[in-house]
Structure formats: structure tokens, C-alpha cells
């Protein structure tokens, strides 16, 4: 979600595209989904959406970069993965970064210097993995008008709420905790108010 926020505000004033990149250490260290999919990856290469080369210059060529500007940006980036903070993102200064991170990788899990050839760059895209608007509800599930008033009878939980997490995903299962958390207290709200017939 974080990401996806900041390549749509980068996006207003420097219209991409925009490049994961990566280096030989990670291709054999971590699991890439289209690398055991047959096809994807070479579908990939002729789509233009991944490009490898030995060295970095060449890599940015291939992704019509500036070889400089690409050298410059990993050289950065190494620096922030040697002292262990990132100062463009902030990567790896939450528990939520570390725990997703790889704990052998120091000192910060999230953060690993491109120095080892070949490198690799897959296209990114922001796309929508859901909702986060909805109806305002108060803490018993309870949907409210925008005075912030109780609509009587009217309850939301799940997807067709508000996030309570606002405009972050914090990850798998986040939409449905909160789910079954309100339904349960909306279930239980429901069943305390006497019934109305008419």
C-alpha cells in the first residue's frame, strides 16, 4: 500500500515507468513467483516488463534509463543498505517491515546493497487490491450519518466499511479480522436492542 501511494504522488510530477531491481544474490536467494511459472518469465522479456544485463549501465539501457542516474540511485541505496537506514522510504523502521524482512540480512532486514551482477529490472504498476472507503460505523458496527449520529437499525462490517486501518494495508488477513471483530460486535449489539415490528 505504502509503495502504491508513493508511486502515484511521484507519479503527478514524474510520470515513470517505474523499475524493481534486483541482483544475482536475491534471483537465487528468494522464491519469485514467474521464475517457477513456465512461460512467464519469457513472456515477461517479450512484453519488455523484464530486463537482466551483467552490469548496471547495460540494465539501464535496456529499461531507457539513464546509465548514470541508475548507477548514482544503487550507489545511494547501498549506502542506506550498509548503515541500515533508509532515508528516501524509511524501509525496515517498523516491526511490521522487520518481520517481512529476512532476519540473516544486517543491519536491516529490509535492505540488501546491489553489487553483484547479473542484475535484473521488472516493470511495477500500482494496481487496486481493495477497498478503503465505505460507510463510517461506530465501535459496535453501527453505520453513522456524516454528523456522526447513529443511523438506528443500520449496520456494515467487512469490505463495505471504512478501513480501520485507514489508507494502509498492513497485509494478508487485515480485511478480515476486522470483518469478523465487527460482525461479531454488530451480532451482539443486535441482539441486546428489543425488537421492533411495524
Not at 513467483?33 to 512461460?39: L, V
Request: with cysteine.
Amino acid at each position: 500500500m505504502d509503495l502504491g501511494h508513493i508511486m502515484l504522488e511521484h507519479s503527478k510530477s514524474v510520470p515513470g515507468p517505474y523499475w524493481m531491481i534486483s541482483e544475482a544474490r536475491h534471483t537465487h536467494r528468494y522464491l519469485r513467483t514467474f521464475a517457477i511459472m513456465p512461460g512467464l518469465m519469457k513472456g515477461l522479456r517479450e512484453k519488455g516488463l523484464m530486463h537482466s544485463a551483467k552490469t548496471l549501465p547495460e540494465l539501464a539501457t535496456a529499461i531507457g534509463m539513464d546509465p548514470a542516474a541508475l548507477v548514482a540511485t544503487v550507489e545511494r541505496f547501498n549506502g542506506f543498505a550498509r548503515s541500515g537506514v533508509d532515508g528516501d522510504f524509511g524501509r525496515g523502521n517498523s516491526a511490521y517491515d522487520r518481520y517481512y524482512g529476512d532476519p540473516l540480512v544486517r543491519p536491516n532486514p529490509n535492505l540488501g546493497p546491489l553489487e553483484k551482477g547479473a542484475f535484473v529490472a521488472i516493470r511495477l504498476v500500482p494496481g487496486d487490491l481493495g477497498t478503503k472507503g465505505g460507510l463510517l460505523t461506530g465501535a459496535d458496527a453501527q453505520v453513522l450519518r456524516e454528523d456522526g449520529s447513529v443511523i438506528e437499525g443500520l449496520y456494515c462490517a467487512g469490505n463495505n466499511s471504512a478501513s480501520v486501518m485507514g489508507r494502509t494495508y498492513p497485509g494478508p488477513g487485515s480485511t478480515i479480522g476486522p470483518a469478523l471483530v465487527f460482525g461479531f460486535r454488530a451480532g451482539k449489539h443486535m441482539a441486546r436492542v428489543p425488537a421492533t415490528i411495524g
